[in-house]
């Protein structure tokens, strides 16, 4: 899941100093970089924002929006050395510390990621996208913690039970991969030009179209139709906690994730799904691919909530077999 920060209250002070020192044109330069940035076009945006560096070396604006640029490109260590150098020059903003923990927790340094992210909390405690990342770090933590559990005792039940729900959230087996906090945030166009760059966008950037497969093109698309009418009559089932008509959907000879025996993976499947008042469970950007053989493999980003955990998005992968007339589920994991 892809998360971005609401705007900080950043110190009135640090706010009117920046206010006096900003230029109009460096501000200029820096949204016309921030504008790059979102198109796509790093190495322009990185030549706008080192042309404002080059007048102001200590610009904070700037020198966040080179690390979220270094971030994108990749580049972490640049990333890395750019937000520790801000959390010393401007210690109150909380943009910094959790931009370090997005990028330590794509590295699988979660203990690290957690002391980062309380530092931003401690910062800013009404920041509420590093509340919802420290959330995800501790799920990654505890699915560690039960996946340890049963190297040691593998008939605990419980912790089978527990890994299976928190992979189900924040997804990712083995090795570890990065989970929803690993999203490096982008900025927005402020107000005013010379308001900090931490304050980032609320909302999601849109997606590209996903691209197109064999099973797209013509005399395919029918089959490709019929194979997401199906996921998403999967999910419906879910989400309105049918059980029953949710499991309807698992081919006979499903090959259950954990290599448990169906009837037990049944069974989990019952209590988790029963569990929660409500569930909504959404399918976007579905890509399937029809193989000779009659199967299909579908790849889609899984949204999920209840009434009990927040939400969460994993990309999760299907396939299905076209069985007496219907498409059933052989295979599910989480990840391409």
Known sequence: ??????????????????????????ADEVQDASKLLKSGQHQQALERVNKVLAAKPKDAQAR???????????????????????????????????????????????????????????????YATAYENLGDVYA??????????LQIDSAN???????????????????VKPVAVAAVTTPKEPAKPTVLAAAVPSAEPARPAPEKTAADKPGAKSGSADVIETVNAWAKAWSSKNVEGYLA???????????????????????????????????????????????????FRQGYRSDVLKSSTTTKTLVLAKLDGRWLIQQERVGN
Do not use: C
């Open 140 to 149: 990654k933590l505890a699915s560690q913690a039960y996946d340890k559990a």
């Open 64 to 126: 966040f929006l080179k690390g979220l640029i270094f971030a994108e490109q990749g580049n972490t260590k640049e990333a890395t050395e750019i937000f520790l150098g801000l959390t010393k020059d401007y210690p109150d903003l909380p943009e910094p510390y959790n931009n370090l923990a997005v990028i330590y927790a794509s590295q699988g340094q979660y203990d690290k990621a957690r002391g980062a992210l309380e530092q931003s909390i401690r910062t800013h405690p009404s």
């Open 157 to 175: 039940p419980g912790a089978k039970n527990k890994l299976a729900l928190v992979r189900e959230l924040v997804g990712g087996t083995s090795p």
């Open 249 to 299: 959907f698992y081919a006979k000879d499903f090959k259950t994730p954990g290599g448990e025996a169906r009837a037990d993976w049944e069974k989990a499947r019952r209590q988790r799904i029963s569990a929660p008042k409500s569930i909504v469970v959404t399918v976007e950007g579905p890509k399937v691919s029809l193989a000779a053989d009659g199967q299909a493999r579908v790849t």
């Open 1 to 26: 899941m892809i998360t971005y920060p609401a705007p900080p209250h950043a110190p009135a002070a640090l706010l009117v100093a920046l206010l006096l020192a900003a230029a109009p044109a460096l």
